[in-house]
Structure formats: structure tokens, C-alpha cells
């Protein structure tokens, strides 16, 4: 990735708005409502893996009525630039024992499935009373491993995009909408 100096630069990378920001609001809306239906009342614990899903975790929490807590945990399988290296890192993990919680992983993006795959095989080990994977876009196109959400807002082509959390190079992040990315 090209360095960014200016607001110009930046705003140069966005080549187009794929999703917006109402389009996401109403998304996330149906999905608290799907999971207040799963769990019926029952306190969840809300993981969110960061650094992409912080700002989908926190519009979530909103929209779910159940009771909730919520815990974090770093992956990281891109660095510095717009392809995996297709080694998971678990950099943070939970500062508990989830063996008497509803656990929902709240994830920005499934693009191999890598990434989640060994994310839930681990808390898995951890015997939840349950878990469930809500991912805000889903790239199933560059599905390696056999891997779906339970809920999943968004199903996107091989594009590599940026905004509402994600991000290219750590840039990017605050947009309230998701767009593509330019290399150009």
C-alpha cells in the first residue's frame, strides 16, 4: 500500500460505496432481532475480533434486547496490506471463562474462513453453552476451509473493501459505510 498524506490521497482509495450506511443500520436492526429470538431472554456474552469488528460489535449490542456482556479478542491474518498471509494469530485472547455463557462471535468479515474456523474450534474447546457466528460480510467466493455463519448481513463479490471497522493498512476504519478499496 501506497503511503497517504493527505485527505485528497485518502479519500482517492475510495472507489465505490458498496454498502451504506442506512443499508447497514436496517441489517443490523433484523440481526439483533435474530438473535433475540435465538436466546429468548438468556444473557449472551457478545466476542468481538478485533481490530475490524469493533464498530459492528457496538451498533449489535444496541440492537439486541437480551441481556449482554461483551469480550474481545485480536486475530490477525493481514499485516500491512490487501491479501492474507494465511497465518491466524490469536494476539488477545478472552479474559475469561465462557464454559457458562451464550457465546456470539461477532466478526467484520469471512473471507477464507481461516480466521473463524480456528476462532470457534478454540472457544469450542472452552465448552460454551452455546455459540453462534454473526459475520457483517461474507465473502464466500475465497472460501478455503468449510466454514459458514450462522447469521451473516452482507454477501459480497472477491472485492477487498474498507469501512465500518475495516480497514487497509489501519486507514479507513471510521468510514460509516462500506466501499471499495483502489489500489490506484
Known amino acids: ?6 485527505t485528497a490521497e485518502f479519500k482517492s482509495r475510495i472507489k465505490k460505496i458498496l454498502i451504506t450506511k442506512e443499508e447497514i443500520d436496517e441489517a443490523i436492526k433484523k440481526a ?6 435465538i436466546y429468548d431472554g438468556r444473557p449472551i456474552l457478545l466476542v468481538s475480533i478485533l481490530k475490524g469488528a469493533f464498530v459492528f460489535m457496538a451498533d449489535l449490542c444496541r440492537a439486541v434486547s437480551v441481556p449482554c456482556e461483551i469480550g474481545f479478542m485480536c486475530a490477525k491474518s493481514y499485516y ?3 491479501v492474507s498471509s494465511g497465518v491466524v494469530n490469536i494476539t488477545m485472547d478472552l479474559d475469561r471463562d465462557i464454559s457458562n455463557y ?4 461477532v466478526e467484520d468479515i469471512i473471507d477464507t474462513g481461516r480466521t473463524l474456523n480456528d476462532i470457534v474450534k478454540l472457544l469450542n474447546s472452552r465448552e460454551p453453552l452455546s455459540m453462534h457466528v454473526v459475520t457483517l460480510l461474507d465473502k464466500p467466493s475465497r472460501r478455503i476451509v ?4 450462522d447469521i451473516s448481513l452482507f454477501t459480497i463479490p472477491d472485492l477487498f473493501v474498507i469501512g465500518y471497522g475495516l480497514d487497509c493498512g489501519e ?9 471499495e478499496y483502489s489500489e490506484d
Open 102 to 105: 451464550h457465546v456470539v462471535i
Open 32 to 37: 439483533g432481532k435474530e438473535i433475540d429470538k
Open 80 to 82: 500491512e496490506g490487501t
Open 171 to 179: 486507514l479507513f476504519r471510521n468510514l460509516p459505510y462500506i466501499a
Open 146 to 149: 468449510d466454514f459458514n455463519a
Open 1 to 6: 500500500m501506497k503511503e497517504i498524506n493527505s
